[in-house]
């Protein structure tokens, strides 16, 4: 533990958006290593943990962005066929209690509420969520299975990226240095509509996922016309189930076959033994959550 | 860096290194140390505190984002510089056994009866959810909490 570390680093607390892009470019240039900081859950253990610091060594700047105004919005962009814009700051307990996310994007209020504990969704955001990289975010699988739009913000502009080109490997992404991840954008779920979100983990609260599995589809005469499904913990980046999505999109629903579905997941997915579970258990559960959510959708699987 | 923010109702200034936890500060220059250190990795809610009135975790929040923003601890919960409802019912009831995560229990219970005065048992568990007892198991903990809000109703006793 090298917590008394934490008395060495600086904080930057920018104001603006602006600003932090343009203070970020200037690090980024001059090639001064950065952190950024949200809300902290993740970044004060892992520097909590990290080695102690060599003695003279200088540790890399923070720079807060739980100031910016421009992360913490929610909103419904009237302009773009009324997708919903959520600010990359907002925190898990603010998006399960807004009454928009729940009323348009269901799936994203509930798997809010199973994110750590109450304390850990208070700090907790979906843009750190993201940003840290780690293929068991629950917050990412639920984002993964609306296709969210990633906005990335930096001093050259605004640009976006689709969910399924954002993570190029384990924790690796297509975000350039410079670059902050600034809100999502979703497409709103039919009203009515059905979704899932399963969280398998060793208890309620306060844990990693084993497996995550989340899943939003709008039906029509028999089939699913719109079909997005995610899961966490199950690849080295959050899995996006082409697959799985390509055959319950191409098939009526009354046709579909279980054990085809069962090689779709698999195909899908690479689970691994580690502390939390196993590749086997992993495998099982994969397959369970998404029959089981075909059969919701009235599949005979 | 300089800091100011409001404990338990009165204001701080503070001139301390920005990344420093609000733990080690809370126990340290201010002395409050009715905030334990459990895990000290957001594990455990021992530490647990109100930060502008939302539970968080005190052993990950750096002091530097805490500038304008009110805090309050388990000390914050007493009345008259004796226990409120809530520690009473801790007390009387068999909530608190060795007493560690006691303070944070009581912080995420205050801000569920604040915005929930008459809790279901299952609220109070989603609530105390991000909270680790290893002593007393969590029937006692959670009975104390509806006795607590029960009390809290009937004598009109309200937060700070």
New interface residues.
């Given amino acids: 533990?090298s917590?008394a570390d934490?008395?060495?680093?600086?904080?930057a607390?920018p104001r603006a958006l602006s600003e932090a892009c343009a203070l970020l470019a200037a690090r980024v240039a001059s090639g001064e290593p950065t952190l950024l900081?949200a809300?902290?859950?993740d970044l004060?253990?892992e520097?909590?943990?990290a080695p102690p610091l060599a003695a003279g060594a200088r540790p890399p700047l923070?720079v807060?962005l739980?100031r910016l105004p421009e992360l913490r919005a929610v909103e419904r962009l009237e302009r773009d066929g009324a997708r919903i814009r959520i600010g990359a700051g907002v925190s898990y307990?603010t998006l399960g209690r807004h009454e928009l996310v729940q009323g348009a994007l269901p799936l994203l209020a509930r798997m809010s509420?199973d994110i750590?504990?109450?304390?850990?969704q208070?700090?907790g955001t979906l843009g750190g969520n993201l940003a840290t990289g780690s293929p068991a975010a629950d917050g990412v699988a639920a984002l993964a299975a609306h296709d969210a739009t990633v906005v990335l913000t930096s001093v050259r502009g605004e640009r976006r990226v689709p969910f399924a080109g954002f993570q190029t490997g384990y924790k690796r992404s297509v975000r350039q240095a410079d670059e902050i991840i600034t809100a999502f954008e979703l497409e709103p779920l039919a009203p009515g509509s059905p979704w899932c979100w399963r969280k398998v983990g060793a208890r309620?609260?306060?844990a990693i996922s084993k497996v995550a599995f989340a899943a939003v589809a709008e039906l029509e005469g028999g089939r699913a016309r719109r079909f997005g499904a995610a899961m966490a913990s199950m690849a080295p980046v959050t899995a996006t189930l082409p697959a799985t999505r390509a055959l319950v999109l191409g098939t009526p629903l009354a046709d579909l076959d279980g054990e085809a579905l069962d090689r779709a997941v698999a195909a899908d997915t690479s689970p691994i033994d580690d502390i939390r579970s196993t590749r086997a258990y992993r495998a099982h559960c994969a397959r369970a959550l998404a029959r089981g959510f075909l059969r919701e959708l009235g599949a005979a699987v | 860096m300089k800091i100011e923010l409001t404990v338990n109702g009165v204001v701080r200034t503070l001139d301390l290194p920005p990344l420093v936890r609000l733990l080690d500060v809370l126990r340290g220059p201010l002395g409050l140390t009715g905030t334990k250190e459990g895990c000290g990795e957001g594990e455990c809610g021992t530490c647990a505190v109100l930060l502008d009135g939302e539970p968080v975790n005190a052993c990950l929040v750096p002091i530097g984002q805490c500038d304008g923003r009110m805090v309050v601890t388990v000390e914050g919960l007493a009345v008259d510089g004796a226990p409120g409802a809530l520690g009473r019912a801790m007390a009387e009831h068999g909530g608190a056994q060795c007493g560690i995560c006691t303070p944070g229990m009581m912080i995420s219970a205050e801000a569920l009866l604040v915005a929930r005065p008459a809790p279901s048992a299952a609220e109070v568990r989603h609530a105390l959810g991000g909270n680790l007892c290893r002593c007393t198991g969590y029937e006692r903990i959670v009975d104390s909490v509806l006795r607590a809000a029960a009390a809290r109703r009937g004598a009109g006793e309200v937060g700070p």
């Fill in positions: 533990m917590v934490l008395a060495r680093y600086e904080l607390v900081c809300g902290g859950t004060l253990v520097l909590g943990m923070c807060d739980s307990l509420h750590g504990g109450p304390t850990i208070a700090r309620q609260a306060q």
